[in-house]
T-cell receptor, first 114, second 117 residues
């Protein structure tokens, strides 16, 4: 899973600031998924993207959260006006178009809101 | 409402013995199941999977069993090794055979396995 690159690994933000989390999928992977893990919880699906398209955002909070996967560059998960409850580990996974169920995860970004 | 449940938060096993991790699900539409292993400060690593048309899948020391009528699956690790100590997540997907949003995995809360030398 070392092929999926997430940065930063750790991000500290004050309440009200914006957080930008980046994910570069593995080479050859055009599908990207974002998951959030709260303390003592499993991973919760947030959003599924293909290049320039949001396929499923059923797990995304309705406000303050957005995601994109542009034609060029990494996928970005953006959280505006962060609150303490946004503190979590955010994981990105990627997969090949023909092997969607074999998603490879990055090492995650641990967001701490102070 | 949790659709995938791992009722044992932790499990301790002696090296060389069998580890059995359990997972229950409630959604009968789930048709593909995966196990992931996670070390601290790392992302989950895919371990093994099974589709609903099978009841067993084996890969080396790892075997996953699926009991659809009971909506239950289990992961067996034989023999257990200290390097297997990690958190194991069970995950399920509902659209594998129907071409839906196949990336939407539903995860359990995980079971922390400790294998003692």
């Amino acid at each position: 899973n070392a092929g999926v690159m997430q940065n930063p690994r750790h991000l500290v933000r004050r309440r009200g600031q914006e957080a930008r989390l980046r994910c570069s999928p593995m080479k050859g992977h055009s599908h990207v998924y974002w998951y959030r893990q709260l303390p003592e919880e499993g991973l919760k699906f947030m959003v599924y993207l293909q290049k320039e398209n949001i396929i499923d955002e059923s797990g995304m909070p309705k406000e303050r959260f957005s995601a994109e996967f542009p034609k060029e560059g990494p996928s970005i998960l953006r959280i505006q006006q962060v609150v303490r409850g946004d503190s979590a580990a955010y994981f990105c996974a990627s997969s090949r178009p023909d092997r969607n169920t074999e998603a490879f995860f990055g090492q995650g970004t641990r967001l701490t809101v102070v | 409402d949790q659709q995938v449940k791992q009722n044992s938060p932790s499990l301790s096993v002696q090296e060389g013995r069998i580890s059995i991790l359990n997972c229950d699900y409630t959604n009968s539409m789930f048709d593909y199941f995966l196990w992931y292993k996670k070390y601290p400060a790392e992302g989950p690593t895919f371990l093994i999977s099974i589709s609903s048309i099978k009841d067993k899948n084996e890969d080396g020391r790892f075997t996953v069993f699926l009991n659809k009528s009971a909506k239950h699956l289990s992961l067996h690790i034989v023999p257990s090794q200290p390097g297997d100590s990690a958190v194991y997540f069970c995950a399920a997907n509902a659209d594998f055979f129907y071409g839906g949003s196949q990336g939407n995995l539903i995860f359990g809360k995980g079971t922390k396995l400790s294998v003692k030398p």
